[in-house]
């Protein structure tokens, strides 16, 4: 991940992620995503019409972002810092790595259109790599650690059943390292020029090796869930 705010403006104009995915250069670096079976316990249906959030961390805040834009019944995804304190919830000063903060997506989610378990599924099947203690492909650092920051006891009880069954079932080829937060941990949303990024910088070469071939893996593995048009964090604004 870049670590310059001006490196990150200097990017490459936006173009559609569509176009990312379809070059061969981009496939050339796709990531191998694990197929792995939906939690076990069938979650009861939602009784009310409000939005429901999850927080996840698994690397670079981009590239989860980017994920979940493109999924069915997600209505906003928002990069940001979890796990610290919002005095040190600033970009430089977390990828120190002393804040405590993990780099991380605050998702907004219809819980009549898509379940916390699809939610869970999609992030350790596509989003990132499980069993990575402490880092995510080329990132290395506490925070870019593996964790989930459940939003209620529910949601925790939840994630860590799924991850016993994951284990369990030996869905990876090593043991996954996710942490499971304490619940309702405060979420600082990351700058504005991380919002969106992947989206705006297709042809960026980090964007392009290590976050458009988790859509597309997206796509592939969950072709029910998938939506062409990414939901983004400035037409969110735009509606406020």
């Known amino acids: 991940m870049l670590k310059s705010p001006a490196l990150l ?4 104009p936006a173009f559609l992620i569509a176009f990312a995915l379809s070059a061969a250069p981009f496939r050339a670096n796709a990531e191998t995503a694990v197929v792995i079976p939906p939690p076990a316990a069938a979650e009861a249906s939602a009784q009310s019409a409000g939005l429901e959030t999850a927080v996840v961390a698994g690397g670079c805040f981009w590239g989860v972002q980017a994920v979940y834009q493109h999924v069915k019944g997600v209505t906003n995804a928002v990069s940001g810092y979890a796990g610290g304190t919002q005095k040190d919830a600033e970009y430089e000063t977390v990828s120190s790595g002393r804040t405590g903060h993990a780099e991380s997506v605050k998702i907004t989610f219809d819980p009549k259109q898509i379940s916390y378990g699809k939610i869970l599924q999609i992030y350790f099947s596509v989003a990132h790599n499980p ?3 402490n880092y995510q492909g080329p990132d290395h650092g506490t925070q870019y650690r593996s964790e989930i920051f459940p939003q209620s006891d529910a949601q925790a009880a939840a994630a ?4 016993a069954e994951l284990d369990k079932a030996h869905a990876f080829k090593a043991p996954i390292v996710t942490k499971v937060g304490a619940v309702k941990a405060s979420f600082f949303p990351a700058e504005g020029y991380h919002q969106d990024y992947a989206f705006r910088n297709p042809y960026q070469p980090y964007i392009a090796f ?12 969950f072709p029910d869930l998938w939506r062409d048009k990414p939901v983004l964090v400035a037409d969110a604004m735009k509606g406020q």
């Open 9 to 12: 403006l200097a990017a490459a």
């Open 131 to 133: 069993t990575q203690l």
């Open 160 to 163: 860590k059943a799924y991850i």
């Open 210 to 221: 290590n976050d458009a071939p988790k859509v597309a893996n997206l796509k592939k593995l």
